[in-house]
C-alpha cells in the first residue's frame, strides 16, 4: 500500500509519521520499502500492472508472457498473450500434458516459445518428455527432440535452446539452422550470451560450454560433503545453493564466471532450516531466493557486484516469483496481477547519519557561515538577518525514520535560532555521500521532523546544486530538519508518456492527485487548477483565508479562492466580463499568457511582428488570438511550450499530463531542478 503524504491547511504538511511503537508492529505484517545495512540501503519501488494472468510456470519476456493451464480435460496446455496489446493464444490443443514453456528472441527478431510435450505418449506410463517450438512470429510449430526420452528443464537464449534428459545428456539445439548437438554430460544446463553453465554429475562442478569455440571449462569445484543443490547463470556471474549433506547447513555463493581468477564469494553465512525451498532467479546485477523464515516463506535477494544480501519481503504468504526482466523482478499478486519491483542500492556511510559533535556561532549584521563538524549541514546567515548579536547553533539529532515513500537522506539536525531572523536563513543539507542520479536528486526536498504532538513532516523546500551536491532551503526559525527523498506514485500514470514529470512535481508538492492513487493524466484541466498548479510552481505565498470575490463576481465560494487572490494580487491573471470562469477549461494560449506572466517575461522587450513570425513558426499560428501572440512568442523563447507536428494548438484544451511538463519546465526554468 502505498501512503500519500496528503498536505495540511499551508499546503506544505507531509501526513502523520508512524510513532516508534507502530513502527515496530507493522514490521512484522507488511513489507517496508527500505533495508539498512550499516551505510547501505536497498529500496524497493513497485508496480502493480493491471494484467492479471493465471496458470503455472509462468515466464515473462518484454511485452510477451507464456505459461501452462488446464483445458477442459485437465491437461496442461501452453497459452500465450500480448501484454502491450492483449492478445492471447492457445498454443497447444491436443489434449495431452504440456508444460514449462519459456521463450527467446531470435537474431532476426522472431520470438520463439519452446516447451515439453507428451503429446506422442497418450495412454503410455513413462516419464518420456519431447522438446517443441512454436516461431510466435512465422507461425511454425517444430519438434526439437528427436527419439523417445526423459527430456527436462529446458532454457533458451538467443538462437539456442538447451536441456538434458535422464541419461544426464546435455542437448543444445541452434533455432536459426534447426542443428542439434550433445554437448556434455550434467544437470539443469542454462544458455545465456553464448553460453552454456550446467551441474557436473557429481554435482560439484560448474561447468561453461562456449559455443563458439566448443570448449567446455569448469567455473567452479567444491570437495568434501557438500555439493551444488541449484543454481542459476546470467552469462557473466553464477549463483548458487551450496549444501553440505554432512551438517544440513546450506549457503548461498557467487562467482564472476567470466573471470579465470575468480573465487567464488559467500552471499549468506551458513545455514540450517527444517523448510527449504528450491527457487532461485538471477537478473543482470542481483538474484533472489525465498528463505524459511520463522515458518513462513521469505523473499531475500543478493546485490552480486557488492556481494551484499538483503530481505524483501516479511509478511505470512509466500511470495509468487516469476523471475526477473533486467534487474526487475517480477512477482504475482494475490489478485494475479503481474508487479515489477525495481531495486536500488543506496550508499551512505555511516558519517551522515551519525554525526557527534553540535556546533554553534555568533552572528551580527554582517551575517556568515556555519558549518556541521561534519560537513553535511551549513547554515548561511545573510547580512541583516539578525538586528543584533545572535547564536546559531547545529545539534545532530537521530536518525530519520523510512517511510513507505519517504527515504531519509541524511541524519535529523535541530537547528536552534537565539533570535529573530529578519530575513531567511539558507540551510544547506548534503547528499554529496550517495549515488544518487539526477532523476533521484530532483526528488529530494527538505523537511521539518519537529516531535509535535501530531509527529507530522513539514516540506521546506529544497533547491538542488549538483556541483555542491546540496539541497538548499530558506528556514526563519528553529527546528529539527533533514533531507529525504519522496517517491510518491500513481496508478494511473505507469507507463504514461508523462509519468516521469508528474512523479517529479508530486515529490516537490508542486501537484496533486485527484483520488487515492489517482493522478488524472489525460483529463482536461480548468482554469483554476491551473491557477493553483502555478501558484505552486512559482513558490507564491498563499493566504488561505484570501478570497477573490472583490474581483471576479463568480468566485465567492470557490475552492480555488486563495490561489485566484493570490495570482490576481501578483498581476497575472485575468477574467472575461468580470468572471473568472474557474470551472472552464483552460486553451493553451490561455496558459501561456498566464505562464509568461508568473515568470515575468512581459517584461521583457516587446518584439516585433518579425521576431514573434521568427519564433511562431507553425501551420496553425494564425490561429492564436491578438492578446495572447506576445506571450505565445515568449513561451517558446523560453521552451516553456513546444509544438507537435507543425502545431502549435492556441484553442486545443490542455490536459493535467501536459499541464505537469510545463510546470516542470517552469522549475528548471527557475533553477529548481537539476538536469536530467
Not at 507428451?118 to 510449430?141: C, H
Request: proline share 4%; net charge negative; aromatic share 10%.
Amino acid at each position: 500500500m502505498n501512503m500519500r503524504f496528503g498536505r495540511r491547511k499551508n499546503h506544505r504538511k507531509t501526513g502523520m509519521l508512524l510513532s516508534l511503537i507502530m513502527t515496530i508492529i507493522m514490521a512484522w505484517s507488511v513489507m517496508p520499502p527500505i533495508h539498512m545495512e550499516g551505510a547501505v540501503k536497498y529500496v524497493f519501488s513497485r508496480d502493480t500492472s493491471k494484467v492479471e494472468l493465471d496458470g503455472k510456470s509462468l515466464y515473462t519476456y518484454k511485452h510477451h508472457a507464456v505459461w501452462h493451464g488446464f483445458d477442459p480435460s485437465w491437461n496442461t496446455q501452453i497459452f500465450y498473450r500480448n501484454l502491450q496489446t492483449g492478445q492471447e493464444l492457445q498454443i497447444t490443443d491436443h489434449g495431452q500434458p504440456a508444460k514449462m514453456p519459456v521463450m527467446t528472441e531470435l537474431s532476426n527478431g522472431d520470438i520463439v516459445i519452446i516447451w515439453m510435450d507428451k503429446r506422442e505418449y497418450a495412454g503410455q506410463t513413462n516419464f518420456n518428455w519431447d522438446v517443441y517450438s512454436y516461431n510466435l512470429t512465422a507461425g511454425i510449430e517444430k519438434k526439437l527432440s528427436s527419439g523417445a526420452a526423459e527430456n527436462r528443464v529446458v532454457t533458451a537464449d538467443g538462437n539456442y535452446a538447451v536441456w538434458f534428459d535422464a541419461r544426464l545428456q546435455i542437448t543444445l539445439y541452434n533455432l536459426q539452422t534447426n542443428e542439434a548437438s550433445v554437448i556434455g554430460e550434467g544437470y539443469s544446463p542454462i544458455v545465456k550470451d553464448g553460453k552454456v553453465m550446467f551441474n557436473a554429475p557429481s554435482k560439484q562442478e560448474l561447468k561453461i560450454y562456449d559455443i563458439a569455440s566448443g570448449q567446455t571449462e569448469t567455473a567452479v569445484q567444491i570437495s568434501g560433503s557438500e555439493y551444488i543443490r541449484l543454481f542459476q547463470f546470467n552469462g557473466e556471474r553464477a549463483v548458487w545453493k551450496q549444501r553440505d549433506n554432512a551438517t544440513d547447513l546450506y549457503k548461498y555463493v557467487s562467482i564472476e564466471s567470466d573471470d579465470p581468477s575468480a573465487v567464488p564469494i559467500d552471499l549468506t553465512q551458513p545455514v540450517k532450516k527444517e523448510r527449504e525451498y528450491l527457487n532461485l532467479y538471477i537478473g543482470d546485477k542481483n538474484a533472489a531466493w525465498l528463505e524459511d523464515v520463522g515458518g513462513s516463506p521469505q523473499l531475500f535477494g543478493a546485490n552480486l557486484e557488492e556481494h551484499e544480501s538483503y530481505q524483501m519481503t516479511f509478511g505470512t504468504e509466500r511470495p509468487d516469483v516469476i523471475g526477473f526482466t533486467g534487474d526487475q523482478l517480477v512477482t504475482r499478486s494475490a489478485a494475479n496481477l503481474l508487479v515489477y519491483t525495481s531495486i536500488r542500492r543506496m550508499e551512505i556511510p555511516d558519517a551522515t547519519f551519525t554525526p557527534s559533535e553540535e556546533s554553534s556561532g555568533w552572528f551580527d549584521a554582517q551575517g556568515g557561515v556555519l558549518e556541521s563538524t561534519d560537513g553535511t549541514v551549513k547554515v548561511v546567515v545573510p547580512a541583516q538577518a539578525f538586528a543584533e548579536r545572535t547564536k546559531v547553533t547545529l545539534k545532530p539529532k537521530s536518525n530519520a525514520e523510512a517511510e513507505d515513500a519517504m527515504t531519509p537522506v541524511t541524519s535529523l539536525w535541530t537547528m536552534e535560532i537565539g533570535g529573530e531572523a529578519k530575513l531567511p536563513l539558507q540551510l544547506h543539507m548534503s547528499y554529496a555521500n550517495t549515488d544518487l542520479t539526477a532523476a533521484y536528486v530532483n526528488k529530494l526536498g527538505i523537511y521539518r521532523a519537529d516531535e509535535q504532538p501530531d509527529a507530522s513532516l513539514e516540506y521546506i523546500g529544497g533547491s538542488a546544486d549538483e556541483d555542491s551536491r546540496t539541497v538548499q532551503a530558506d528556514v526563519m526559525q528553529s527546528g529539527t530538519y533533514g533531507l529525504f527523498m519522496y517517491e510518491p506514485s500513481f496508478q494511473d500514470v505507469k507507463g504514461h508518456w508523462g509519468q516521469s514529470y508528474i512523479e517529479t512535481l508530486a515529490a516537490r508538492w508542486k501537484v496533486s492527485g485527484v483520488g487515492e492513487d489517482k493522478f488524472g493524466p489525460n483529463q482536461t484541466l480548468t482554469r483554476a487548477e491551473f491557477t493553483k498548479m502555478l501558484a505552486d510552481a512559482t513558490g507564491m505565498t498563499v493566504n488561505m483565508e484570501a478570497k477573490a470575490n472583490a474581483h471576479f463576481a463568480d468566485m465567492s465560494s470557490h475552492w480555488s479562492n486563495p490561489w485566484v487572490a493570490a495570482a490576481v494580487e501578483a498581476g497575472w491573471v485575468n477574467g472575461v466580463d468580470g468572471k473568472f470562469l474557474p470551472n472552464r477549461a483552460i486553451t493553451r494560449e490561455e496558459m501561456m499568457v498566464m505562464l509568461i506572466q508568473a515568470l515575468g517575461y512581459e517584461n521583457e522587450a516587446q518584439m516585433t511582428d518579425q521576431e514573434m513570425n521568427q519564433l511562431l513558426q507553425f501551420n496553425d499560428a494564425k490561429q492564436i488570438s491578438g492578446w495572447a501572440k506576445q506571450a505565445a512568442a515568449l513561451a517558446v523563447k523560453h521552451q516553456l511550450i513546444m509544438g507537435s507536428n507543425g502545431l502549435i494548438a492556441p484553442k486545443d484544451i490542455s490536459t493535467r499530463a501536459e499541464a505537469a511538463v510545463v510546470m516542470y519546465k517552469v522549475l528548471m526554468e527557475r533553477g529548481e531542478l537539476v538536469n536530467e
